[in-house]
T-cell receptor, first 116, second 111 residues
């Protein structure tokens, strides 16, 4: 089991371009969570998805950001018309089910987005 | 806003000594707390957790203490090693659905 796979590891975009971040959860893990981490900060919750459904998007900015987790394929975090303030590390985590099983809540190594 | 926070941004500890990292929380309804370790360039790694009905929980070289009266928890690392160098986050689990992180404490190990 390769763990939670995120790609790319590093992504550079010019202002106004689109960024697509991918997260492939571990086998059998159908719950995916996206977090953003600014330099020298803790991780901020963005969105929680279960296959084909958004369960909680309370941390997602209202504009330009969207997330999906299709029936087949990885979860995608999409940022349209990126701005410099979007530069951050974006982490994906997965779990097998909902509830207090934090030891089963595994993080990927993240995608570091730099907007120039 | 955030309900967890760290007392100190940086902690320097002599190799072999014990490390104590502190954290305060504000939500008295919080019932589940977690400590994570994050090494440079990596995602957070689960260390230990504790429920609000407990005061103390021990793992391998780590102990978490929870004081609900003053809304404070701490992570103790015994016999600190160079591999313990990282940023440590306390976090609160909300209804099992998402985790609220504090800002972190960077632990430096002195030779």
């Amino acid at each position: 089991n390769a763990g939670v796979m995120q790609n790319p590891r590093h992504l550079v975009r010019r202002r106004g371009q689109e960024a697509r971040l991918r997260c492939s959860p571990m086998k059998g893990h159908s719950h995916v969570y996206w977090y953003r981490q600014l330099p020298e900060e803790g991780l901020k919750f963005m969105v929680y998805l279960q296959k084909e459904n958004i369960i909680d998007e309370s941390g997602m900015p209202k504009e330009r950001f969207s997330a999906e987790f299709p029936k087949e394929g990885p979860s995608i975090l999409r940022i349209q018309q990126v701005v410099r303030g979007d530069s951050a590390a974006y982490f994906c985590a997965n779990s097998q089910d909902r509830g207090y099983r934090v030891d089963g809540y595994t993080f990927g190594s993240g995608t570091r987005l730099t907007v120039v | 806003g955030e309900s967890v926070g760290l007392h100190l941004p940086t902690l320097s500890v002599q190799e072999g000594d014990n490390s104590i990292i502190n954290c305060a929380y504000s939500n008295s309804a919080s019932d589940y707390f977690i400590w994570y370790k994050q090494e440079s360039g990596k995602g957070p790694q689960f260390i230990i957790d504790i429920r609000s009905n407990m005061d103390k929980r021990q793992g391998q070289r780590v102990t978490v203490l929870l004081n609900k009266t003053v809304k404070h928890l701490s992570l103790q690392i015994a016999a600190t090693q160079p591999g313990d160098s990282a940023v440590y986050f306390c976090a609160e689990n909300i209804r099992g659905d998402k985790i609220i992180f504090g800002k972190g404490t960077r632990l430096h190990i002195l030779p």
